[in-house]
Every structure is written in C-alpha cells, then in structure tokens.
Nanobody, 124 residues
C-alpha cells in the first residue's frame, strides 16, 4: 500500500513557474513507477508525465514537452513536477500516481495508487 500526498499547487500568472511535489509513504518507493495526471474542469483526466523506478527514463504529453520536467528523489520518497512557461490551459487539478507493474506507464489504467490532487490555476 502506498499513500501519496501532493503539494505545491497555487495561482500563478501565465509564463510563470510552479514546482509540484508528491510525497509517498512506505519503504518500497523505488519499486514504483510514478506519474502525473491532470483534470481540467469539464474534461477527462489526462496524462502529463511519467518516470521510471530509477528516474532514468521519463515520458511527457506533447502539450507539456519542453516546459515540464518530472524528477524523483528515492531517498526522500518524493517525485517532482517542475512546470515552466505555464499557460492558462495548464489550469487543472494535478494528481500523482504510482504503479509497480510497468517500467514507464502513460495510461491511467496502469496505476494503482492515487493522491488527492493539488489545484494549479494559471491566470492570463
């Protein structure tokens, strides 16, 4: 069982930056591939980024590629999402997720554990 707690969301102007964190419980964090997803009002939840167990591989949605960077610190049981050049269309609730069956997973159905989400609002 893994419990995930996101933090770092907030209100930022377009062009600004935010860094989201996701802290995980348990001593087997390094055995989980991790992902970030987001859900905007009235829209389905969508993939944002994923990272492998060691952090050596990452994957990004085309909409955030070149602007967002996902990383992890296994010693701190934490993953991060550095978001730069934010746009109003990045406004959403951002969710952290964990899975241990795949090296790198981009599909929501691959994930077993989810955090409660953190709100990111980008004003124009």
């Amino acid at each position: 069982q893994v419990q995930l707690v996101e933090s770092g969301g907030g209100l930022v102007q377009a062009g600004g930056s935010l860094r989201l964190s996701c802290a995980a419980s348990g001593r087997t964090f390094s055995s989980y591939g991790m992902g970030w997803f987001r859900q905007a009002p009235g829209k389905e939840r969508e993939f944002v980024a994923a990272i492998s167990r060691s952090g050596g591989r990452t994957a990004y949605a085309d909409s955030v590629k070149g602007r967002f960077t996902m990383s992890r610190d296994n010693a701190k049981n934490t993953v991060y999402l550095q978001m730069n050049s934010l746009k109003p269309e990045d406004t959403a609730v951002y969710y952290c997720a964990a899975q241990r069956n795949y090296g790198l997973a981009v599909s929501q159905s691959n994930y077993d554990y989810w955090g409660q989400g953190t709100q990111v609002t980008v004003s124009s």
